[in-house]
């Protein structure tokens, strides 16, 4: 695997969860609003925004943490979806962000993101197993000297 595709997998670990759970609003309800759980909307804002990303210019992570165009665009759309909540949760609590009227955008526009990401990393990965199957077959040395 190359430098660039393990940089890639590296920050999608993290891209991919975000935005899966911006489309699964029973989940957000389950997870976001319990107080016991580490994981809660401003994680997935530090995600998105902040470490893995920038959902509102998300063209410098072409190759980074976004794979295609189409992706490019999907995130700048989630980008401005989360704004707009944001506008709507003036005490920033996820309670006010799940109840902010344009949230159903929000699912939606992540739901067609996470789709499209995890259809391009499943073909990626087919990618990566055609080529480790094309390799030729290495053989395998005994003590003794001999291949098997």
């Given at each position: ?61 072409l190759g980074i943490s976004l794979r295609t ?80």
């Open positions: 695997m190359s430098e660039d595709a393990l940089r890639i997998a590296n920050f999608r670990v993290h891209v991919v969860p975000a935005v899966l759970a911006l489309a699964n609003p029973p989940w957000q309800r389950d997870v976001w609003l319990d107080p016991s759980k580490f994981e809660d909307l401003d994680h997935v804002f530090h995600t998105l925004f902040d470490d893995f990303c920038d959902a509102e210019d998300p063209e410098r992570y165009q189409e992706e490019v665009a999907l995130m700048r759309e989630l980008g401005a979806a989360l704004n707009a909540a944001s506008a709507q949760a003036p005490n920033d609590t996820d309670e006010e962000y799940l109840r902010a009227t344009v949230w159903p955008d929000v699912v939606a526009v992540a739901g067609r993101l996470a789709q499209v990401m995890v259809a391009n990393d499943l073909r990626e990965l087919a990618v990566l197993r055609e080529a480790a199957a094309q390799e030729p077959a290495k053989t395998v040395s005994r003590a003794d000297g001999d291949s098997q």
